[in-house]
């Protein structure tokens, strides 16, 4: 009988993540240990199948091999009865389960993530900046260094699981392994709880960070602060501080990726005649600009390289000078003559229209 596809097994699409595939894997062991059903012959071959599985997608260099040459690619692999399961995922299950060889220590907690919302405005985002923010987060107590117990002698090993962290269990041929209720797996207990932080160890304070915004970044972008969240909790490491950049619009610019666009009004006569125009660029620099005749509504002048910096790699985006004819609302009777005299002149054909049309409207 053919081997299934070890994705399909663990339900999973080709490009799962570790983190997906550990989770799947978790599901299926849950759901067809032997403890569920211990006469039910197609949980364990499940069950067995599912650990196969799992062997190969979680080892990088497996995956890569079966990915390419399919269960050939990895053959050798299986397992002949749970026993050997538990052997070659001693790691994985004690992870899952609390199965697994005795063990002392502490359970290192890694601290909290964090957001901070960061508004900068339009030429910050541009060429970036440096600021000091300031937000709260756990920080170690500095009355307990962080042990949570009033003094070192207050820290005695955990009588119920014998300052191991896990009690064990025997459940029909398996020995099942868990976390400790009474000290929560840290094999210890605060017998008097420190009063400044009560026993956590970390307690709620304001930080100043600076934080240097790299050019370029665009409303939304989040940046990565490693280490900058919440403190860990014995020995763990902390947490990571997420900054949100949201950018406030322009009165004047606008973006498009990397380009910058900004919008010139010019005369009917600068348009029909041409002429040189000056324009201001996103570093508050004049550029003169020259300005065809017969421009019309929508042209566009490119300056190059004067745009938002990328913001991986070298060079800039473009400057892009949108050209907008502006139509007078209202004309006197000698410039209403002037324009239908210059109509004429240029073969076009003046028609008197209604006031209710737009041509009435426009030579009211």
Known sequence: MAKRDYYDILGVPTSASPQDIKAAYRRAAIKYHPDRAPDCKESEDKFKEAAEAYEVLSDQEKRKRYDRFGHQGVSGGGFSDVSDIFSSFGS?????????????????????DLRYDLELDFKESVFGVKKDIVYSKDVECHVCGGTGAKTPKDIVTCQVCDGTGHVRRSQGFFTIQTVCSSCNGTGERIENPCGHCHGEGCVRDEVTLPVKIPAGVEDGVKIRCAEKGGEGRRGGTAGDLYLVISVVPSDTYVRDGYDIYVYFPVSIATAALGGDIKVETIEGKEKSIKIPAGTQFGHKVRIPSAGVPFLRGSGRG??????????????????KELLERLSVSLGHEVKKASSSSFLGRLFE
């Open 318 to 335: 473009d400057f892009i000078v949108f050209i907008q004819v502006m139509v007078p609302e209202k004309l006197n009777k000698e410039q």
């Open 92 to 112: 994985v299950f004690e992870d899952f389960f609390g199965m697994g060889s005795q063990r002392t220590g502490e359970r290192v907690q890694r601290g909290r």
